[in-house]
């Protein structure tokens, strides 16, 4: 099955600072999704990009897909300690819709 | 959406001993699917949960280490056979649903094998 390499694996700001976790592959996909994972929770799905380009925004959260389809970003603009976690991009393959998780980002913020 | 529920939420087992972890999701789900996650880990599918058939495995599990039972399209059962400490990890089913073909998680199962 298709692979998908996320970077970075950790990132620390400051509140009120930015944040962007890329997730990215050597094959075209068909879709990607991103996942938030809050500490001791369970993942929880935040969006699904299948258009080239494609660019959906909610509220401080942009999700981009590349116009190739084989990279894809999540971009948090003036963190809060609210989003302390760890974000994942994953891929949907197959018939059965099963989900190939990236690494995963974990997001820390100091207050 | 769907909401999901599992039990237990942990427990701690004996090497050689066997646990069945139970997921009842609240509304009907043609897919469901069973990951495990270590600390600080990403998630990786043990299989999918197939309604009235065999479960589809991924590589690296098998059948007589981790049976899957889904006897209707709202439950499912993950039995870990025969445990080892390296089991030690968390289990979380999902369920597909949502226009987006989205999974929603359940809240986990933290297994600890001594």
Same mark, same amino acid.
């Given at each position: 099955g298709q692979q998908v390499m996320q970077i970075p694996q950790y990132q620390h700001v400051q /509140? !009120? /600072?930015d944040f962007t976790t890329y997730c990215n592959s050597s094959t075209t996909l068909s879709n990607i999704q991103w996942y938030k994972q809050r500490p001791g929770g369970h993942p929880v799905f935040l969006i699904q990009l299948v258009k080239s380009g494609e660019v959906k925004k909610q509220k401080r959260l942009t999700f981009q897909f590349g116009e190739a389809k084989k990279n894809s970003s999540l971009h948090i603009t003036a963190t809060q300690t609210t989003d302390v976690g760890t974000y994942f991009c994953a891929l949907r393959e197959g018939s059965n819709?099963?989900?190939?998780? !990236?690494k995963g980002t974990l997001l820390t913020v100091n207050p | 959406s769907a909401v999901i529920s599992q039990k237990p939420s942990r427990d701690i087992c004996q090497r050689g001993t =066997?646990? &069945? %972890?139970?997921?009842? $999701?609240? =509304?009907? $789900? &043609? *897919? *469901?699917f069973w990951y495990r996650q270590q600390p600080g880990q990403s998630l990786t599918l043990i299989a999918t949960a197939n309604q009235g058939s065999e479960a589809t495995y991924e590589s690296g599990f098998v %059948?007589?280490?981790?049976?899957i039972s889904r006897p209707n399209l709202t439950f499912s059962t993950l039995t870990v056979s025969n445990m080892s400490p390296e089991d030690s990890s968390i289990y979380l089913c999902s369920a597909k649903s949502g226009e987006n073909n989205e999974q929603f998680f359940g809240p986990g199962t933290r297994l &600890? $094998?001594?």
């Open positions: /509140e !009120g /600072e819709y099963k989900l190939t998780f !990236g | =066997s646990l &069945t %972890i139970q997921c009842q $999701v609240d =509304s009907q $789900v &043609t *897919m *469901m %059948i007589d280490k981790f049976p &600890t $094998v001594l």
